[in-house]
């Protein structure tokens, strides 16, 4: 009797120790003790948790078809090239007797009979002169009137007088020219100059160039 009551009371603090630890009731196993039943209270709470996965979502832009406008552009007028303006023609000396000569736009010769002088200009200004001159005498009067330079001889014999030297002839009528002759004795209708004045009307005066003679 004795036995069983201490069983029964193993038994009970079995019982009882079972419930303190595990919170739940136990289970009496086959060798006389007793196994703790996993309790739902007084334990630690199981949490579950579950995490959604971030839904991802890529859209594809759709390609526009609509083409842009061309842009329109407005070229500005290219301005106009100012014009240069003319050189002003160079005005006639006022002491120059030729109006042909002065107007001339090259070089050009100058002869007043009356006054004995002789000018080179050039473009209408006198660029040498006037210098002394003789024309032709009675008989073998020079010819007047506006004339061209026809030809050049540095040193032309004339054949009609005895093969005379004429030194720095320039020919602006048949037989006639500008030449180194005397300055006291008149000529047969050529225009006598001095001999560095003739130099000078030989080297300046061209073929084609204007020879004006005024009475």
């Known amino acids: 009797m004795k036995r ?31 196994v703790a039943a996993a309790g739902t209270g007084g334990g630690t709470p199981t ?28 070229s500005k007028p290219k301005p106009k090239p100012t014009p240069k303006p003319k050189p ?6 006022p002491g ?3 109006a042909a000569a002065a107007a001339a736009s090259g070089t050009a010769a100058c002869v007043d009979i009356s006054a004995h002088k002789a000018w080179i200009l050039q473009g209408g200004k006198v660029v040498y002169g006037p210098v002394p001159m003789l024309p032709g005498r009675k008989g073998y009067a020079t ?10 001889e540095k040193v032309h014999l004339s054949k009609e007088f005895d093969n005379a030297p004429m030194p720095n ?6 037989g006639d020219a500008f030449h180194t002759g005397s300055l006291s004795v008149y000529s047969h ?14 080297n300046t005066l061209h073929i084609g160039d204007v020879v004006q003679v005024v009475p």
């Open 47 to 74: 949490t579950s948790s579950t995490t959604a996965a971030p839904t991802t979502t890529s859209a594809t832009p759709t390609p526009s078809t609509t083409k842009p406008a061309p842009a329109t552009t407005t």
């Open 189 to 202: 209708g050529c225009i006598h100059l001095s001999a560095s004045a003739s130099l000078k009307f030989f």
């Open 143 to 152: 010819p007047t009137g506006t004339f061209h330079v026809l030809s050049k």
């Open 96 to 98: 120059v007797p030729c």
């Open 88 to 93: 002003a023609a160079p005005a006639s000396d």
């Open 4 to 34: 069983l009551l201490a069983g029964a009371a193993a038994l009970a603090t079995a019982f009882v120790l079972a419930a303190c630890s595990g919170g739940g009731a136990a289970t009496p196993n086959a060798g006389g003790g007793a």
């Open 169 to 174: 002839s320039v020919f602006f009528y048949p």
